[in-house]
């Protein structure tokens, strides 16, 4: 019966009827409603005008971004076609600085080549001029202007060979400084490639574009603009001083082949000339010796005509010699009183005595003849071979080294 009770208080209670509100109470509930939704509305439409705000200010700040970005990457092509351009129009000049430092080394070089054969000539004809004889063989001006033609020869091949070497390694240095500037050139060429793909890249190229991680993050070994534009500069600058080197050489090589030219010159017609001057002491002490020979040969027959007539004077003398010898001798066989010294007597020993006295002197006189004679003919043969002396030296420097130097020709390089 207790659970019957319970159970019917409880289902009593169930079913009691819900409580009423007051016409306020509605009144309030339903304001507070609309005032709650005015509320959330406002919220929402705050919401969705902030939205479409920071929506419309992304959207022109990536607008702004991309049109700044396309001008920056538009003003960084400009700078590097014009650096690229300084670079192009610096490897030309260098490029043409290189051929003109070669054709100045290539007329070194020429003029090097020639030098040897005038030294062999040189040298060939001072060998020749040994061959002189007896006085010819002297230190006389040919030789000392030989000598010094060699030595000419040999400062002016020590320069060539200097300024070769020296030309030589200003072409190194120039081709150092375009290989840095083809370098850079490269370089320049492979950003302006990707910054004119990226400036050219929009919205629209889907299939070209795509998100990347860590492009935003510091790139190793990136310069500043800085440093980029002195890079180039200074790779610029270094070449234009490397050129300005190699126009001041080549001038300095202009110089050196004109000097050089005019030394060798200048030397060479030293050389000749003193040839010439020889060649004409030459030919008049030939001409003198040879006027003397004549008058000596003529001494020498004359002489031979004077001792043929002491030689018929002193036969001469032999008869009348013989005569007075042979009558003393016959005086000489009187008798007793009658070998006397008479007139006779005296008269034929002075006779003996007087001729045997010139043929003395007449013999006397032909020693000094033929010694005179034997002098002559030293003087004879003395002339003669001075003259074959002279005939050869005139050979050695008027034909042989004459024709030896015909084959020099000096020319401008």
Not at 175 to 199: E, G, M, P, V
Not at 318 to 327: D, E, Y
Not at 385 to 405: A, Q, V
Request: with cysteine.
């Amino acid at each position: 019966n207790e659970y019957k009770s319970y159970l019917s208080q409880a289902m009593s209670q169930l079913v009691k009827s819900p409580t009423k509100h007051t016409q306020y109470e509605w009144y309030n509930s339903n304001f507070t409603n609309y005032s709650n939704a005015e509320k959330e509305r406002a919220v929402a439409e705050s919401i969705q005008y902030e939205s479409q705000r920071l929506t419309d200010e992304a959207d022109e700040q990536v607008r702004q971004g991309q049109e700044n970005a396309s001008k920056k990457l538009n003003q960084r092509l400009q700078e590097l076609n014009f650096w690229k351009d300084e670079v192009q129009t610096q490897i030309q000049a260098i490029d043409d600085e290189i051929s003109a430092i070669n054709q100045a080394k290539g007329r070194l070089e020429a003029a090097l080549e020639t030098v040897d054969h005038p030294r062999q000539v040189a040298e060939n004809c001072l060998k020749y001029r040994e061959e002189r004889k007896g006085i010819d063989l002297v230190h006389d001006d040919v030789e000392v202007n030989l000598l010094k033609e060699i030595d000419v020869i040999l400062g002016v091949k020590a320069v060539l060979k200097r300024s070769v070497e020296q030309a030589a390694e200003q072409a190194r240095r120039l081709r150092s400084s375009k290989y840095f500037l083809q370098k850079d050139l490269a370089d320049k060429n492979t950003a302006i490639s990707i910054d004119d793909i990226c400036q050219k890249l929009s919205n629209t190229d889907v299939s070209e574009i795509n998100l990347y991680q860590g492009v935003t993050d510091p790139v190793p070994n990136s310069v500043t603009t800085n440093d980029w534009t002195t890079f180039s500069d200074t790779n610029v600058k270094k070449s234009e001083v490397e050129k300005q080197a190699s126009v001041t050489l080549r001038g300095v090589i202009s110089g050196i082949l004109e000097q050089t030219y005019s030394d060798l010159v200048t030397q060479y017609k030293n050389v000749d000339l003193a040839f010439k001057k020889r060649k004409e002491e030459y030919l008049a002490a030939r001409e003198r010796l040879s006027l003397h020979l004549e008058k000596v040969e003529g001494d020498i027959e004359n002489m031979d005509n004077n001792i043929a007539k002491l030689k018929k004077a002193i036969e001469d003398k032999i008869i009348p010699l013989k005569v007075a010898h042979t009558r003393l001798a016959h005086r000489s066989q009187r008798p007793n009183m009658e070998l006397t010294l008479d007139n006779a007597q005296h008269q034929l020993v002075k006779e003996v005595q007087a001729i045997e006295s010139a043929i003395k002197a007449l013999q006397t006189q032909l020693k000094i003849s033929e010694d005179s004679l034997k002098g002559l003919t030293r003087r004879q043969l003395e002339l003669q071979e001075d003259i074959r002396i002279k005939t050869l030296s005139l050979h050695i420097d008027g034909e042989l080294c004459r024709d030896l130097r015909a084959t020099i020709d000096y020319s401008h390089y």
